[in-house]
């Protein structure tokens, strides 16, 4: 069992302030010490939050990740990048990232995986839409924005999801290069689309953007993180974590299925939401409307055109694409389970301002 050092609930401010510190590598060179206990505190914090699901731990380990992540990964240019490659900031990464991997390796596949990728695409779609699996029982969210959401408990999930909309589809865009051939078009056509062909204007990550101004929310890059749940985090850490490693990029394109899959009945139950609130404004619904069609069109894509030419090219890639769905069910039914239990019980999903 794991001993929860007194310094977890501070463990992402640390990462913050070494991102931040422009002489981090020539600190840490004169201070070995400093640098083998910021590694050592992040084993430990990863065993707290992974392995013991200790809240607070998950809540400082999801936020380094994300901080991390966005370094190296999506985060606009002008941000700090001077210890992208700092030897210490990486071995933080990766026991942060180790311990992740090994609670979503605690989560088994279906044991009924067709040994053939012909009859992958029935049991792939069946996993991602309909089965119902014993470790993640239905969380009564898509009834409960239908029929009994407010408006300000979508606020805080448009606030929320905004550190992927905002950045819609850019985690995806980190595995371009894993694929080649027809899987590489197709992942591209679906790329291209959510980037609205190029055109400013139908990006859909900027008709999001027009639908949070229309809800006084602001649009500035990741203003939310620092009230962002961790559940959150975890489902934009998944995305980091195939994306950063070249043996998981199967997984992504799993995942990848599995959200545009889900897409068009979960933005219809945001649309039934709005209109039993009497909200009619296009500029908000545009982006819920949008991805009914779009993403039935994606969800055709990302099997037909990604997974299958991975799949028949590569049957073994079955099983870890398979993974990218299941991993995607937990962290999108961990998030769900939290705004339930937050909204159910009248309490606010994010953090208070840190
Ligand atoms: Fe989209
Ligand atoms: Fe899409």
Same mark, same amino acid.
Not at 211 to 237: E, G, H, K
Not at 266 to 283: Q, V
Not at 297 to 314: T, Y
């Given at each position: 069992m794991a001993t929860a050092p007194v310094t977890h609930p501070m463990f992402d401010r640390r990462i913050e302030d070494a991102l931040a510190d422009p002489d981090l590598t020539e600190r840490l060179a004169q201070h070995p010490d400093a640098a083998a206990a910021l590694v050592a505190d992040a084993r430990a914090l990863a065993a707290a939050a992974f392995d013991d699901d200790d809240e607070t731990a998950l809540d400082a380990a999801h936020r380094s990740l994300y901080l991390l992540y966005a370094q190296g990964g999506w985060s606009p240019v002008h941000a700090p990048r001077a210890n992208e490659h700092d030897l210490t900031v990486a071995a933080v990464l990766l026991e942060l990232e180790a311990g992740f991997e090994r609670q979503l390796g605690r989560l088994p596949l279906p044991d009924d995986l067709p040994p053939d990728p012909d009859a992958f695409a029935p049991w792939l779609a069946d996993l991602a839409l309909e089965r119902e699996l014993p470790q993640l029982p239905p969380t009564g969210m898509g009834p409960y924005i239908r029929d009994t959401i407010t408006l300000d408990q979508l606020k805080e999930i448009v606030a929320q999801r905004s550190?992927?909309?905002?950045?819609?589809?850019?985690?995806?865009?980190?595995?371009?290069?894993?694929?080649? %051939?027809?899987?590489?078009? %197709?992942?591209?056509?679906?790329?291209?689309?959510?980037?609205?062909?190029?055109r400013h204007d139908h990006m859909h990550s900027t008709v999001y953007e027009h639908l949070?101004?229309?809800?006084?929310?602001?649009?500035?890059?990741?203003?939310?993180?620092?009230?962002?749940?961790?559940?959150?985090?975890?489902?934009?850490?998944?995305?980091?974590?195939?994306?950063?490693?070249?043996?998981?990029?199967?997984?992504?394109? %799993?995942?990848?299925?599995?959200?545009?899959?889900?897409?068009?009945?979960?933005?219809?139950?945001?649309?039934? %939401?709005?209109?039993?609130?009497?909200?009619?404004?296009?500029?908000?619904?545009?982006?819920?409307?949008?991805?009914?069609?779009?993403?039935?069109?994606?969800?055709?894509?990302?099997?037909?055109?990604?997974?299958?030419?991975?799949?028949?090219?590569?049957?073994?890639?079955?099983?870890e694409v398979a993974r990218g769905v299941l991993e995607g069910h937990l962290v999108h039914h961990d998030f769900s389970r939290h705004l339930h239990a937050c909204f159910t019980a009248g309490r606010s999903s994010m953090r208070e301002s840190a």
């Amino acid at each position: 069992m794991a001993t929860a050092p007194v310094t977890h609930p501070m463990f992402d401010r640390r990462i913050e302030d070494a991102l931040a510190d422009p002489d981090l590598t020539e600190r840490l060179a004169q201070h070995p010490d400093a640098a083998a206990a910021l590694v050592a505190d992040a084993r430990a914090l990863a065993a707290a939050a992974f392995d013991d699901d200790d809240e607070t731990a998950l809540d400082a380990a999801h936020r380094s990740l994300y901080l991390l992540y966005a370094q190296g990964g999506w985060s606009p240019v002008h941000a700090p990048r001077a210890n992208e490659h700092d030897l210490t900031v990486a071995a933080v990464l990766l026991e942060l990232e180790a311990g992740f991997e090994r609670q979503l390796g605690r989560l088994p596949l279906p044991d009924d995986l067709p040994p053939d990728p012909d009859a992958f695409a029935p049991w792939l779609a069946d996993l991602a839409l309909e089965r119902e699996l014993p470790q993640l029982p239905p969380t009564g969210m898509g009834p409960y924005i239908r029929d009994t959401i407010t408006l300000d408990q979508l606020k805080e999930i448009v606030a929320q999801r905004s550190l992927f909309f905002l950045k819609e589809p850019d985690p995806w865009a980190m595995v371009i290069p894993s694929l080649q %051939g027809p899987a590489k078009a %197709g992942l591209l056509d679906l790329l291209l689309d959510e980037y609205g062909w190029g055109r400013h204007d139908h990006m859909h990550s900027t008709v999001y953007e027009h639908l949070m101004r229309r809800l006084d929310l602001d649009t500035a890059y990741d203003a939310y993180l620092p009230r962002a749940s961790w559940q959150f985090l975890a489902t934009m850490n998944l995305q980091g974590l195939y994306a950063r490693h070249r043996r998981l990029c199967r997984r992504m394109y %799993g995942y990848i299925y599995l959200v545009e899959a889900d897409s068009p009945r979960s933005m219809r139950n945001y649309i039934a %939401g709005y209109h039993r609130l009497g909200i009619t404004d296009e500029d908000i619904l545009k982006f819920y409307d949008l991805h009914i069609t779009a993403d039935e069109g994606h969800q055709d894509v990302a099997l037909n055109e990604v997974v299958m030419p991975v799949v028949r090219a590569e049957p073994a890639a079955m099983e870890e694409v398979a993974r990218g769905v299941l991993e995607g069910h937990l962290v999108h039914h961990d998030f769900s389970r939290h705004l339930h239990a937050c909204f159910t019980a009248g309490r606010s999903s994010m953090r208070e301002s840190a």
